[in-house]
């Protein structure tokens, strides 16, 4: 044994594992053994101001230390912790003063959640009474953590929005526990804002400004709100955030000044752009009037302001109903636009109301979406302006403007894409890395507006239009191929999609040259042949749907002409006469108001019937080619359909004629509701499985044309 060697020198191995009742054993051991490895100034002195980075390293091995020798279950309470002294004091806290309580906070304290569920409950509950006992006998509690997600009083109050407790917190913090933040780096603003209190938020910023400029999820408190969708929060928050960013920026030092701008910019940049994806337009424009350079600044995400106003489809969706859009004309929409929050969009529609000297009841189903959309084109327009100075040749920018062009023909925004050609028309030949440009883009989303759009425009074709790819494929080809999944699944059956693929293939045929029509890609095929090769599949689908469909029809149709010829051959029966001696009572009905009624519902339900069966024969039997399914198949379907809705609606009124001829007065009033109940599931089946298959029919076969003429050709 080494005679220099201390008996009584500790290790960490005499420190027991500490589990929250034998903190008082723990804490004495523990202070012996950091003692002894001269330690313990890390723990009973304060963090210098400059600390060296030998004090940083000895700081790191005294927060393993006491690590080590913490149980599992509270490493979340000192997670992230440092330096070593406030772990220490988080752990003192915890278990240092817990035998001092009152009965009241004695039983099952420690919970997997909290160590302290009576102290937590108090403040969820709002109690400040319990509050301050609690905090007054364990002053650290006022900014300790309490749950195993590292939030402290302040978080938990903001977070269940109990703004008196929240108050009497900030009375006694300083701005630092003010800033204290979660395991999640969530600060009490930001549970505020996640739970839409503005109350709270408001007495948070009063106390320290700066905390809108603390970031969570790397968004500030604005951009949060924003993302949530709460615009009371974000009028309230973003002129103090953009006050605070100024300020931030000023007080740079001359060597970080371009960073600290770089940062402030995208933090701007994410608050455009959570503004815009979710149509915050009046906000939205009030920014990039104010920083216009935003029109390509990319956010966290990697997002500009003009790739988000491209992918939001519904900020140029105005209302469907013919006669809101007519009401919306009328309107002075400058009351609607101009408001700040819900309670001031409230005072602003009530104010043009006054105005019109209308009453407000009957706008009150505005749809808020409507409101937006003067504020979202004004906002488009001022960003066209910007882009329409921006180089092109520019290797960055035309890659940009290319993929958000190009997304916004994916998706259908129109209006996006007709905005950004009328003021840069140059942006009409821009092409993808597959030398693709906007009017392939068009052609192989199905955009037919976009496709008229670019089309319309008095632009040279050739070079717009040109493409020819590495297995020789031509633009004739590429309208071959098969819409994406997303384009085809929005209709109601397959041979309508059939239909629309023809179309849309016959279309673009007649625009090109007849030579790109005999044109031959690598694998010897014309762009037909790669048409029925890519459409086999969903042809074979619109032939089986078209026969089933038939079948049916034809098996509906042979049972109501069987009904209906069965009755027009008892009609001649209802005007016998009946033999006294007999005691055979036979009624005549031919001096009955409604026997009339009766024969020409029969006829019109038997001549119908037997009109449907020939048009539903003719679709079972035909060929099924393409032109077939572009006029022939559809057409017979729809009359097929048609036919079949008016014969059974004539057999319902020829049963209901007949209860009101057979019955008296009194029967009648007893037998009709039946009657009428009865008929109802036949309605109910022909309205929700039928209706839509016949209005596809009918309007693609006799409705307006799908596809505008064009203007000129491309060639």
């Given at each position: 044994m080494d005679p220099t060697m201390d008996v009584n020198e500790h290790s960490l191995e005499d420190v027991p594992m500490l589990t929250g009742d034998n903190y008082k054993s723990w804490k004495k051991n523990m202070e012996e053994y950091l003692s002894e490895k001269g330690l313990w100034h890390?723990?009973?002195?304060?963090?210098?101001?400059?600390?060296?980075y030998g004090w940083v390293e000895q700081d790191l091995k005294v927060l393993m230390k006491i690590e080590e020798t913490c149980d599992r279950k509270i490493h979340p309470y000192i997670k992230s912790l440092s330096p070593a002294k406030v772990i220490w004091d988080q752990l003192a806290v915890m278990y240092g003063k817990m035998d001092d309580f009152g009965p009241r906070w004695k039983g099952k304290v420690s919970t997997c959640y909290t160590w302290c569920l009576p102290f937590f409950n108090a403040i969820a509950t709002g109690e400040w009474s319990k509050v301050e006992e609690f905090v007054n006998k364990n002053r650290g509690t006022l900014t300790a953590r309490i749950t195993v997600n590292g939030e402290t009083p302040l978080h938990i109050a903001a977070k269940f929005g109990k703004e008196s407790i929240v108050k009497e917190l900030l009375l006694r913090m300083d701005e630092e526990s003010v800033k204290k933040r979660a395991l999640n780096e969530a600060t009490a603003l930001h549970f505020a804002v996640i739970q839409e209190q503005l109350q709270i938020a408001k007495v948070l910023v009063n106390k320290v400004e700066a905390l809108v400029l603390m970031k969570f999820e790397n968004m500030t408190a604005v951009a949060l709100a924003a993302k949530c969708r709460h615009k009371d929060l974000v009028a309230y928050l973003c002129p103090i955030t953009l006050k605070e960013e100024d300020k931030f920026k000023g007080l740079a030092k001359p060597k970080d000044y371009e960073c600290v701008s770089a940062e402030i910019d995208q933090n701007r940049a994410t608050l455009l752009t959570s503004l815009i994806n979710v149509n915050f337009f009046d906000e939205a424009l009030d920014i990039f009037n104010r920083f216009p350079n935003l029109v390509l600044t990319e956010d966290i995400h990697g997002k500009t302001a003009v790739h988000s106003l491209a992918r939001n489809t519904s900020a140029f969706r105005r209302s469907s109903w013919f006669f809101q859009r007519r009401i919306y004309s009328c309107l002075n929409l400058k009351f609607f636009c101009n408001g700040r929050g819900r309670n001031q969009d409230e005072e602003?529609?009530?104010?043009?109301?006054?105005?019109?000297?209308?009453?407000?009841?009957?706008?009150?189903?505005?749809?808020?979406?409507?409101?937006?959309?003067?504020?979202?084109?004004?906002?488009?327009?001022?960003?066209?302006?910007?882009?329409?100075?921006?180089?092109?040749?520019?290797?960055?920018?035309?890659?940009?403007?290319?993929?958000?062009?190009?997304?916004?023909?994916?998706?259908?925004?129109?209006?996006?894409?007709?905005?950004?050609?009328?003021?840069?028309?140059?942006?009409?030949?821009?092409?993808?890395?597959?030398?693709?440009?906007?009017?392939?883009?068009?052609?192989?989303?199905?955009?037919?507006?976009?496709?008229?759009?670019?089309?319309?425009?008095?632009?040279?074709?050739?070079?717009?239009?040109?493409?020819?790819?590495?297995?020789?494929?031509?633009?004739?080809?590429?309208?071959?191929?098969?819409?994406?999944?997303?384009?085809?699944?929005?209709?109601?059956?397959?041979?309508?999609?059939?239909?629309?693929?023809?179309?849309?293939?016959?279309?673009?045929?007649?625009?090109?040259?007849?030579?790109?029509?005999?044109?031959?890609?690598?694998?010897?095929?014309t762009p037909a042949m790669l048409f029925m090769e890519e459409h086999k599949e969903l042809w074979n689908d619109a032939k089986q749907?078209?026969?089933?469909?038939?079948?049916?029809?034809?098996?509906?149709?042979?049972?109501?002409?069987?009904?209906?010829?069965?009755?027009?051959?008892?009609?001649?029966?209802?005007?016998?006469?009946?033999?006294?001696?007999?005691?055979?009572?036979?009624?005549?009905?031919?001096?009955?108001?409604?026997?009339?009624?009766?024969?020409?519902?029969?006829?019109?339900?038997?001549?119908?019937?037997?009109?449907?069966?020939?048009?539903?024969?003719?679709?079972?039997?035909?060929?099924?080619?393409?032109?077939?399914?572009?006029?022939?198949l559809p057409r017979m379907l729809s009359m097929g359909l048609l036919f079949l809705y008016i014969s059974v609606s004539a057999m319902i009124a020829t049963f209901i004629t007949t209860i009101f001829m057979v019955f008296r007065n009194g029967i009648v009033k007893v037998m009709l509701p039946p009657a009428l109940l009865a008929i109802i599931p036949v309605l109910a089946f022909a309205a929700l499985s039928q209706f839509p298959v016949f209005k596809d029919m009918l309007f693609s076969s006799y409705g307006l044309n799908r596809f505008t003429k064009r203007r000129k050709g491309y060639f």
């Open positions: 890390h723990i009973s002195e304060p963090q210098p101001e400059e600390a060296e602003n529609l009530n104010q043009a109301c006054e105005e019109m000297e209308a009453p407000t009841t009957c706008l009150k189903k505005i749809n808020p979406e409507d409101l937006q959309y003067p504020n979202a084109l004004r906002l488009l327009d001022k960003i066209c302006v910007e882009i329409s100075v921006i180089d092109i040749n520019d290797a960055q920018s035309k890659a940009l403007m290319t993929s958000t062009i190009f997304s916004a023909i994916r998706i259908g925004n129109v209006v996006f894409v007709t905005e950004m050609l009328r003021y840069c028309p140059q942006f009409a030949y821009l092409f993808d890395d597959n030398d693709l440009g906007i009017i392939h883009q068009a052609i192989i989303h199905r955009r037919k507006k976009i496709f008229n759009l670019i089309d319309s425009m008095d632009l040279p074709r050739q070079k717009m239009v040109r493409y020819r790819s590495s297995e020789k494929e031509n633009i004739l080809h590429i309208t071959a191929k098969r819409a994406p999944i997303d384009r085809l699944n929005q209709k109601h059956s397959p041979a309508k999609e059939l239909q629309n693929e023809l179309r849309w293939f016959k279309l673009i045929g007649n625009t090109v040259p007849p030579t790109l029509q005999d044109s031959v890609n690598n694998k010897g095929q749907w078209l026969k089933d469909t038939a079948n049916s029809g034809m098996v509906v149709a042979a049972l109501v002409a069987s009904v209906m010829l069965s009755t027009a051959l008892s009609l001649p029966s209802l005007s016998g006469t009946g033999k006294a001696d007999t005691g055979e009572i036979h009624i005549k009905f031919t001096n009955h108001n409604h026997f009339y009624n009766v024969v020409i519902a029969t006829m019109i339900s038997l001549f119908f019937a037997s009109a449907s069966l020939l048009s539903f024969l003719s679709v079972y039997i035909s060929h099924q080619t393409g032109d077939d399914f572009l006029h022939h």
